[in-house]
């Protein structure tokens, strides 16, 4: 039901943006974000929005490099990311609350995508 595109490999410093569409269902009041997954670490919250994109949250490893957006009529969501480094390595998910206010807490999604490898080389 969402599907993440953009991700890749870039050097250090780079940008990268990534897009998550959903598909056979609309997420338009729906809270959203972006996680990652990094080998042998737990998922953590890398950004959120509410409905409809009024409100942002970003961990604080990525505030100032990274924007997530939402377009509500296309029932599509983007992280811009720029400054890229290797510690961003990951698998990026796109997720969708049930719920339309900020969330940041992992139990509040119930949607996910499959992912989508964000490699940053030095």
């Known amino acids: 039901q969402l599907i993440e595109s953009g991700g890749g490999l870039v050097q250090a410093g780079g940008s990268l943006r990534l897009s998550c569409a959903a598909s056979?269902?609309?997420?338009?009041?729906?809270?959203m974000g972006w996680f990652r997954q990094a080998p042998g670490r737990s998922r953590e919250l890398v950004a959120a929005?509410?409905?409809?994109?009024?409100?942002?949250y970003y961990a604080a490893s990525v505030k100032g490099r990274f924007t997530i957006s939402r377009d509500n009529a296309k029932n599509t969501m983007a992280l811009q990311m720029n400054n890229l480094k290797p510690e961003d390595t990951a698998v990026h998910y796109c997720?969708?609350?049930?719920?339309?206010?900020?969330?940041?807490?992992?139990?509040?999604?119930?949607?996910w995508g499959q992912g989508t490898q964000v490699t940053v080389s030095s």
């Open positions: 997720a969708a609350s049930r719920f339309s206010g900020l969330q940041i807490g992992r139990a509040a999604y119930d949607y």
């Open positions: 056979g269902r609309t997420f338009g009041s729906n809270a």
């Open positions: 929005i509410n409905w409809p994109g009024s409100t942002t």
